[in-house]
């Protein structure tokens, strides 16, 4: 294993789709035990495989609970609402206000490449939005409500700090 860079801001390959991963090979199982490292390094909650520069439709998510590892995901169902702060790896020391559904179900496959389905709501259904968007070159930045904060001034003021994906 090893830690990756993560890739920030103004780099273009977080504009990019990613591709669809055809087969678990040796490499790609490399990719999402580096991803791992990497998330629990950086102290986030999610990471999708073009933020290690690689443009793969992996994600993998850990809020705490199980982690997740989802290949090609898809979002298949969503309901409700949820409007808070979001925060993401590469875009450090910055927060908006995002609103999400506040239920989804995503198709993926696992690492045998078996079909499975998973369920989310409340910060689960989030990180599943803001990594799925990822793998479309999409960034939170382009959806939040009143701007870009920085942390700094929101842990001054006293908030919660969000997690960031
Ligand atoms: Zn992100």
Redesign the pocket.
């Known amino acids: 294993m090893a830690l990756r860079q993560i890739r920030e801001i103004g780099d273009e390959i977080l504009l990019k789709p990613c591709r669809e991963v055809k087969e678990v090979t040796p490499r790609v199982r490399e990719i999402i035990d580096d991803m791992f490292e990497t998330l629990y390094d950086a102290d986030g909650v999610?990471?999708?495989a073009p933020?290690v520069g690689i443009l793969k439709k992996i994600v993998i998510i850990d809020t705490g609970d199980d982690p997740h590892i989802l290949i090609n995901p898809k979002i298949i169902e969503s309901s409700g609402e949820q409007t808070g702060n979001e925060?993401?790896?590469?875009?450090p020391g910055k927060y908006g206000v995002v609103t999400r559904p506040n239920y989804v179900k995503v198709a993926y496959y696992d690492e045998e490449m078996q079909q499975k389905e998973l369920e989310g709501t409340e910060l689960l259904a989030r990180a599943i939005c803001?990594?799925l968007?990822?793998l479309d070159g999409k960034?939170?930045v382009d959806m939040v409500e009143n701007g870009l904060h920085d942390v700094e001034e929101m842990e001054e003021a006293g908030e919660q700090a969000e997690e960031?994906?």
């Open positions: 999610g990471l999708a933020q925060g993401c790896l590469s875009v803001h990594e968007d990822h960034l939170y960031t994906e």
